[in-house]
């Protein structure tokens, strides 16, 4: 198992070093948009000089080689990162060329824009958010629809407004409306954006079982520390907070842990309808008023099928539950995949 890298479509031998970790996580609470870390390559061999003439980098002096993509693909989790160069040297006594790769779909990321819509899903906001700005390759577009579906059916809909002025970058908006609507927002080891829209009244998975052979080490650990069970909303409609029997139990027995969804016409997003943030509000709150099992497990890097944080996972040889995959990480060094899930104990 190991990484194969691409210049320009065509397939380079010549790799000595690289710090690629092939990684994606989201935090448990938080909605932010995690980016995909600069890569370091060294490269060996005078064709990588840029000083020399007829080599591969030659005369592309100050334009930040916008002309050239270096991917790294790992089919064993599904990965594909296109990277632009940030930075170049070469070591003419090693002949060694040393690069740093910023991935592209990170640098699109951070840019600022403008955008302005007065009736629209938040999915579909930011959907075309990201196609306005040069992603439209790196949108899962299945996620996208599925969750704009499930927001129009529940009146989640939002007045946006980002101009010039604001300097908002589109994963500030990301991670604003992450936090609005209850969803996942975040970058796949295929280096795709997903928008995965939980709805409490309709949330399916279908697991994988991984085998007892399969895993090398496990640990799993009780966590307290990540519960909602009450939430309060602040928007153009004014205040309002849940007393419903929804997170009851919870509240009696951890205490009242309130989410906070402050959206008001003071901000970019707006929110038209509070059926809609109540929608949202309870799907914090059925989705987190419970502790969770936190399972994590080193295994073989030969399992049946890639694993990304789309999928959820049993352990049937262990016990019946469910666990969604929060972070997976390969190690080249030891030729293993990190896996990290909790498990989903809904209900009021």
């Known amino acids: 198992m190991s990484n194969t890298y691409y210049l320009n479509d065509i397939q380079i031998y010549d790799v000595l070093e690289s710090s690629t970790a092939i990684k994606a996580e989201r935090s448990l609470l938080s909605t932010d948009t995690i980016l995909i870390p600069d890569v370091n390559i060294t490269l060996l061999g005078n064709q990588y000089d840029p ?3 007829n080599s591969i980098f030659y005369g592309l002096e100050d334009t930040l080689f916008k002309d050239i993509i270096i991917t790294i693909i ?43 819509n007065d ?8 959907l075309e958010i990201l196609e306005l700005n040069g992603l ?87 966590n307290n520390y990540d519960i ?18 929804l997170g009851l139990t919870s509240r009696n027995n951890y205490g009242e842990i309130s989410q906070d969804l402050s959206f008001e016409s003071t901000q970019a997003i707006t929110s038209k309808y509070l059926n809609g943030m109540i929608w949202s509000g309870e ?34 040889f262990y016990n019946d539950k469910v666990y969604e995959i929060i972070k997976v990480e390969q190690s080249e060094s030891d030729k293993t995949i990190s896996i990290t899930g909790v498990s989903y104990e809904v209900g009021a």
């Open 51 to 53: 000083f020399r003439p």
């Open 74 to 116: 790992n089919e064993d989790i599904n990965s594909n990162i296109d990277c632009i160069i940030k930075d170049i040297s070469y070591d003419v006594e090693t002949n060694q060329c040393s690069l740093t790769l910023t991935p592209f779909i990170s640098k699109k990321l951070e840019n600022t824009f403008e955008y302005y």
């Open 119 to 126: 009736d629209i899903t938040p999915a579909q906001a930011l």
């Open 136 to 222: 439209k390759d790196y949108i899962d577009y299945p996620s996208f629809w599925n969750a704009k579906y499930s927001q129009s059916q529940s009146y989640m809909l939002i007045s946006i407004t980002v101009t010039t002025d604001d300097k908002k970058k589109i994963i500030d908006i990301a991670n604003e409306i992450g936090t609005l609507t209850c969803a996942d927002i975040f970058i796949g080891t295929d280096s795709k954006i997903y928008y995965i829209q939980y709805n409490r009244y309709l949330n399916p998975y279908t697991p994988n079982d991984i085998q007892k052979n399969k895993i090398l080490s496990m640990q799993i650990k009780k």
């Open 228 to 245: 909602i069970n009450q939430f309060a909303l602040s928007t153009i409609y004014g205040s309002y907070t849940n007393d419903s029997d």
């Open 283 to 316: 799907n914090w709150v059925y989705r987190n008023q419970k502790p969770k099992w936190v399972v994590e497990l080193k295994c073989v890097n030969q399992l049946d099928y890639p694993l990304s944080l789309l999928d959820f996972f049993k352990l049937t």
